[in-house]
Structure formats: C-alpha cells, structure tokens
C-alpha cells in the first residue's frame, strides 16, 4: 500500500518523516473500520427498519451492559495505544543529537534568513549536508511565523523574543519545499524558502562560494550587510563620528595621514590591503587593534565593501 | 399584528390567552417581548442572516482560490474574507445558532414551562447580541480586519484595521452568551414540571444544560482576554507583545482556553439535537439514556482541561503538550459512545426518512469523518505535521458545519411546524438535503488530502501542484450554495400558505408536540404532570398535558 501514502503524504526526506507515516497510517486504517462500521450501520438500520406503517410500538431496549462496556474500553485502550505512539515519535524528534549542525533561522514578514556557524548567510533557501543531526534555531523580528517542512514532517512556530528549535536529518538529497505555517499578513503565502539538502562536498563546495543571493546584490548592499555582519560597525561608523577606527564616511579619495608619517589618497587597493593586512599602515590617532579579515570574507564580500565606502559621500 | 382579528382563528378563539404567539401582538410588542418563543424567532431571523453574510464570504473565498494568484481579489481583501467569514460564523452564528434560536423556543416548553427563569433578561440577552452584531457589521465597513478570527497576537497589535472594534463585538456578543447561559442553567433547575425529575428530561435539556455550564464558566475568560487585546492596542499596555514586555503565547492560552470549550459550545448543542430526532423520528425508547446524558456533562467538563491541542507547535513545553494530548484522547470517548448510542437506538425501531431523519442520518456519517480525523490530529508527531494545514480546516469544518450546523437544519425542520405551524415542501427538503450532503464533501473531503500533503492554511496563493483539488473543492462550494438557494426558496414559500402544521407531525412525545403548532403565548393552559419517561415508544401514547384540544 505504499502507493497509497505516497498519494496522501508527501516524499520522506528523513526517518522521522517515515515514523510519522506509519503512525498515520494505521490511524487511517483504524479510523477507516470504525467509520465503514458506522456507515454500514447507519444505512443499514434505516434501510432495514424504514418505517411500514404508522402507529406501531417498537420494543424497548435501553441498556446492555455488555455492548456499552466493549464499545467504550475498546476505544480507550486503542486512543491511549495512539497517544503512546505519537509521544514517543514526537519526543524522540525533539531530542538533538550532540553533534548537531547548529543553524540559526529568522523570520520576518515575509522572508528567512539563514546564519551558518562558518557567518555564512543566506536568504530564503537553507543548505544542509545529508545524513547530518541539523538542529535549527528559530526566532522571530516581528509577528509569530511557523517553519514547516513538509517532507521531514516537522514544524514549529516562531515567536519574537524567544528561541525555539527543530531537529531533524535529512536523507534525501535535492530541493524541497519550506512554507510559513502561521499566518503573518499579506504576503504570508509567498513566505517560502527551499531546503536544499547537499552532500558534504557539494555543501562544503556552496559555504565556500556564498549564497547565490550574494551574487544577485548590488554591491554597495552587499557590503552594508557585512559592516552589520561581521562586525565592522562596532569600530566604524558611517555618520563621520569618530569611532575606535576612521569613520566610512567619505573616506573614498580623502588623503590619510598614517602612524609613520606617510600618506596616501584612499582607493580600492588601500581598503583591500586595511582589510586583509590592517597593520600595514595604521591611520595617525588610532591604534593598531584591527584583526585580519584574511580568510573571513570572500572576494565578493571583500568588492562590496569597497563599493560601500565609495558610496558614503 | 394587525391581521389579528380578522383571522378565522383568532375570531374563534377570542379569549387573549388562546391566541397562538405569531398573531399575539404588534411589531413594537415583538421588539420588547419577554416570550421565550418570540424572542426565539427573532434570534432564528438574526442569525440566519449572519449565516447568509458568513455564506457569501465563504464562497468569495472559495472563488478565490479557484486558481493560483489572483482570481478575484487581492491578498489584503482575501485576507479580510477569511477573517469576516470565520468570525461572524463563529461568535455571530454558531454559537448563538441552536441555544439561543432553537433552544429558547423548544427548552422552557419541554420542561413543561411557560416561560425561562429569567424573561428580562432573555431580552436583554437579544439586544445584547443585536448590539454586538452591529458593533461587527460597524467594524467591517470602517476597515474591516485581517488577523483570522482568531486574533493572535503580536499580529492582531500591530495590523491596521478594525481589530480593537470586532474583538469589542466579540467581547459584547460574550455577555448575550453568558446570560443565555445563566437563564437555562436556572430553568432547567428551578422550572421542570411536576414530576419531572433529572432523568424524565428529554436529551434536549440535557445538551442545552452542558453547553449552559460552559458558557457561564469560559465566556468571561475570553471577556478578560480580548479586553486585554484592546488596552494593548490603544494604551499600548504590554501583555502579549514582546516589544512591551508581553507573551504571544500567553494570548494563545487565554484565548483557547475558551476557544476550546467553545467548540463544545458549538457540538453538544448539535448532538442535543440529535438525540431527540433519532428515537422521534424511529419511534424507539433511547438507547442508553443515562451515559448520553452523563457524557454531555463530561464533555463539558473535560472540554476545559484540553485546550493546549491547539498548540502543540506552539512553543509550550513537552510536558503540557503530552498531558494535554492525554486529555484530548480522553474527551473523544463521551462522543463515540454517543454515536454508539444514536445507532444502537435506530436498531429495531420504525424509522420516518423525513427531513429531519435525514440530517439526523447525515450527521452520524458527518460527524464520524469529524471525529475519527481528530484522532489524528490528537497524536502529537502525527499533529506537527498536519497543524496549520488544510487538514485541520477540513477537521473542523467536518465538526463546525458537517456537525453543528447539519444538527441545526435537522432541529430547523423538526421544529419549523412547530414554530410557524406550517409544513414545508417536504420533497424540496429532501432534495435540499442530498444537494448539501453532496456539496459538503466535494468541498471539504479534498481539504483532508491536500493537508496531509502539506497545503498550508489561510494562503492566497498556492503551489500548482494543489489547483485541481481548489478547484473541486471550489464546485463543491456552489453545489453547497445551491443547496442552500433550494432551502430558502421552499422555507419562504411555507410561510406564505396558510397554517397547515398538525400539532404532532412527527408521533414525538416530548411536551412541545402536546400543544397546538404554533403554541398558545402562555405554552400550556394547565400545568402538565409528568409520569411518563420522554421516550417510552414501546407503550401507548399518555399525554402529560391537559386542556388542549
């Protein structure tokens, strides 16, 4: 019959989802004899005992202990059996395994945003390697979400202010579908995203290069988002404000005077080098506390800096 | 009314206390009456229309989805739709329909009263829901709202719209509710006929008392918590936002707290109704009397205790998920044996296929759909998947309408002679009846499958792979219409012919089918003496009242 909850339920994209199909299948089959039983009786009686002519005494049969015992302990052992299995599955679920990938999630109308443990982000499509403990971690900025994925069969709804999370592994390389479970507005149906669940290389290969996202950016946002990011906006502002680094605010073409007592007009190449190397030249009136970026950024991260700066006249 | 001398009836009948209760009075009489059959009329008008308006939404929605994106609206009027739609069934229908229409026209006469405890305050219970009614209809052409009907928070805080004015009708429709309530508690104890004892009271009551307790008891919860949702909408007071220091979740627990036993606000009513049509309808002494009755009551209690069902995804803790699990199995085990004894009652008995049987019938098939598929949202792993789906739109909807309202067309045309004292087309009922039967599935069957296959709720928009099950479901939804067009075409049409209705189309035994149709204002000229169990179809016929006929 597996024909028949592939019909019903969508693919298992992990071992948890196929858990849940069993339980819901038997509880179909269950329900399903209970309610032909209560069809065939009901049709049954009205045929059989339609009424031939008016004005006859029926007879008068109010109890059978019997019946009434079998068809009320019958029931409850059955629904106590069901609760049992349904916990069990669902308690199991929600215990994440130790090496779990920790991914963190937020939602906000009306898209996601994920953050991998590397810094990586991406928006509206998560990655993950297959066969690994995922244990997401979910919030809110605004209004309750829900994250639904419904090949895994697991859910949870997202609440500002507040951490929840989900657990799961998934074994079924490819896209699947992510949906918002709880309504959020006007565009609560168009708040998906798609799990891409890739092997260790082809994961390892996409944290390398950066969400596709990346790539579609202006530049200029794209380095206001790493400013935000990674934490170039603790030491340098962007209104002239002098900060525990030179302000970003028209810092492009400005002459700096530095420590040994040179001085250069700011360019690409300058900016790159203060990234990458920032104890090469250190601006006069600032200390040498900069830590590297050598490795951190990517090259297009690294471009949209640039672009930024330029951009703050 | 006017025409009330010159009907041939009301010439014969010249005493005032004779005149039947449609012929006693004018229109301005009518707006102030204390009758318990008056008022109940006018609260059968009130929220047929309310029906009509959440019917049109329903199928503006329907249409809607008929096609992915766009069809017929925008997402923020689509939004609304589903939200009125909800509403006004829910707080402005449903849970006013059987008790306070059906329920303050049948309950006093069938405990052999002339009137509820209360009167004035049955009136005031009317004007209270006309007023909430119009504080409703107020905030949907100022705005309208868009959070669902079932305002969760931080949305319903932040979103414009009429949301501090329609939670205001919900928190006023409440108080109509809770002294609906308090008026029956206090009639069924206080007003029963001599000889009436707890156990000689038809099914009816018994349904009607539960569904009492529960609206006294939760209805003040959901007072306080919408009252609450108001001052943090304009004081900015913080109780569920977290921006102010509040708990989202929190709003959940207050609201289901109520919200769930008002689902059994919307159901025992329904089976109340049942359990009177099938042993009238078979002419059998019903089945199990005493569990029926005791299980309305446990419904009613554990339906408090179950409310975390609605959250299992919620963010509450595992612990409370499992208990309230438990307790959710737990609570379904009065209802089966109620349909157990429905059935069992049919067994051997002489059974009338007339309309209301037939809604009786298609209750027990309905609501075992509506039932059994609540065990699967029951079971938490199985919960997580199908919560927020069209699965659970179909659940509810299967309890809701397939249920409650199915109940309520049955007690429609069970007590329609009764009221109006005139017989409806019964061919056009019967075919009324299969139409609607027909249209509920197609419309709402395709809802379970396209929940399991993870079809999320309240979505404008939707992946093509779900279109052709909108689209059945959505031709389900006009079959539905039809159905329903058919109704009202031959309910009118029986208002127009002269009063035809015998006093007792249907051989039934309770008290209300032993005076005329329609009643006389004061219900009996004597009061009866009850020495005869409601059901007893296996002995001849002892009227308990005297003095008609």
């Known amino acids: 019959m597996n024909w028949f909850r592939d019909w019903m339920m969508p693919m298992q994209a992990s071992e948890h989802a196929a858990k849940v199909d069993n339980l819901y299948m038997f509880i179909f089959w269950l329900t399903m004899a209970f309610f032909v039983s209560i069809c065939y009786l009901t049709v049954a009686f009205a045929w059989k005992y339609k009424r031939k002519k008016e004005g006859v005494l029926t007879i008068n049969f109010q109890h059978n202990l019997a019946l009434e015992l079998a068809w009320s302990i019958i029931p409850l052992i059955l629904v106590i059996g069901v609760f049992f299995w349904g916990f069990n599955d669902y308690a199991a679920a929600s215990v994440a395994p130790n090496d779990s990938l920790e991914i963190h999630v937020t939602g906000k109308k009306w898209s996601w945003t994920f953050e991998y443990p590397d810094g990586t982000r991406s928006i509206r499509s998560l990655h993950v390697p297959v066969n690994k403990p995922i244990r997401l971690i979910l919030t809110s900025e605004d209004v309750l979400h829900a994250f639904f994925i419904p090949v895994l069969r697991t859910k949870t709804d997202i609440i500002p202010g507040r951490y929840v999370d989900i657990n799961f592994t998934a074994t079924v390389p490819g896209k699947h579908q992510v949906f918002c479970a709880e309504y959020c507005g006007k565009d609560h149906s168009g708040m998906m995203a798609d799990l891409f669940v890739d092997s260790p290389e082809k994961y390892a290969e996409w944290l390398e290069k950066g969400d596709e996202e990346l790539y579609k950016m202006k530049p200029a946002d794209l380095g206001k988002m790493v400013w935000e990011m990674k934490g170039c906006n603790s030491c340098h502002t962007v209104d002239g404000k002098k900060g525990e680094g030179p302000s970003f605010k028209g810092l492009f073409g400005r002459t700096e005077k530095f420590t040994d007592g040179s001085t250069i007009v700011v360019d690409e190449n300058y900016i790159r080098e203060s990234i990458l190397n920032p104890q090469a030249k250190v601006v006069a009136g600032f200390e040498p506390v900069m830590p590297t970026f050598q490795g951190l950024l990517r090259e297009i991260e690294i471009k949209g800096v640039i672009a930024y700066i330029k951009e703050l006249k | ?549």
């Open chain 2, 1 to 549: 009314m006017a025409d009330t001398l010159t009907t041939p009836k009301a010439q014969t009948h010249v005493e005032h206390h004779d005149v039947d209760y449609l012929h006693d009075g004018s229109l301005l009489s009518w707006l102030t009456t204390v009758d318990h059959k008056k008022l109940g009329v006018m609260y059968l008008w009130s929220i047929l229309f309310m029906f009509f308006l959440g019917g049109v939404f329903a199928l503006l929605v329907r249409l809607e989805l008929f096609a992915p994106g766009h069809t017929i609206m925008d997402a923020e009027q689509y939004n609304k739709a589903f939200t009125l739609h909800g509403a006004i069934m829910v707080f402005l229908f449903i849970i006013p329909s059987i008790p306070a229409a059906l329920g303050n026209f049948v309950l006093p006469i069938m405990l052999g009263a002339k009137d509820v405890a209360f009167p004035r305050l049955n009136l005031a219970s009317f004007w209270i829901y006309i007023t909430g009614a119009l504080i409703a209809v107020t905030a949907m052409v100022t705005g309208g709202v868009d959070t669902g009907w079932t305002f969760y928070t931080p949305y319903s805080t932040t979103t414009d719209g009429s949301v501090a004015l329609m939670t205001f009708a919900a928190f006023v429709l409440g108080f109509s509710s809770i002294l609906t309530g308090l008026n029956f508690i206090a009639t069924v104890h206080k007003l029963r006929a001599p000889g009436m004892g707890w156990f000689k009271m038809p099914l009816f009551i018994w349904g009607i008392y539960s569904t009492a307790i529960i609206q006294v008891l939760a209805t003040p919860v959901l007072a306080i918590t919408l009252l609450l949702l108001i001052m943090e909408r304009a004081f900015g007071v913080g109780v569920f936002d977290p921006k102010l220091g509040g708990d989202p979740v929190l709003f959940q627990h207050f609201f289901w707290f109520y919200s769930h036993p008002a689902v059994y606000i919307m159901i025992l009513p329904g089976m109340a109704i049942i359990s009177e049509i099938v042993p009238a309808m078979s002419q059998k002494t019903f089945f199990g009397y005493k569990a029926t009755a005791f299980s309305s009551v446990a419904i009613a209690i554990v339906s408090f205790v179950v409310w975390g069902h609605h959250m299992f995804t919620s963010g509450q803790s595992q612990l409370a998920g499992a208990i309230f699990s438990f307790l959710t199995f737990l609570v379904g085990i009065p209802s089966a044996i109620k349909v157990f004894n429905w059935i069992t009652t049919m067994y051997k008995g002489s059974i009338s296929l007339a309309a209301p049987m037939l809604y009786a019938l298609m209750f027990l098939i309905l609501f075992g759909i509506g039932g059994l598929t609540g065990i699967f949202l029951g079971a938490m792993s199985v919960d997580i998947h199908l919560h927020d789906t069209y699965f659970v739109v179909a659940h509810f909807h299967y309890v809701m309408m397939g249920s409650t309202v199915i109940a309520f067309l049955g007690g429609l045309h069970y007590w329609w002679p009764k009221m109006f004292g005139r017989m409806y087309n019964e061919s056009a009922a019967r075919v009324s009846a299969i139409l609607i039967f027909i249209g509920f599935n197609t419309t709402f069957l395709p809802q379970f499958l396209m929940g399991s296959r993870g079809m999320p709720r309240r979505y404008y928009n939707y992946l093509p792979e779900f279109t052709f099950l909108h689209q059945v479901s959505t031709v389900g939804s006009w079959i539905l219409g039809l159905g329903f067009l058919i109704m009202a075409g031959y309910l009118f049409a029986s208002l127009r012919k002269k009063m035809d209705a015998p006093a007792n189309p249907w051989h039934a035994r309770t008290l209300e089918w032993q005076i005329p149709s329609p009643p006389i204002t004061h219900n009996f000229h004597e009061v009866p003496v009850i020495t005869t169990e409601p059901y007893d179809y296996y002995r001849p016929f002892e009227p308990s009242v005297k003095g008609h006929h």
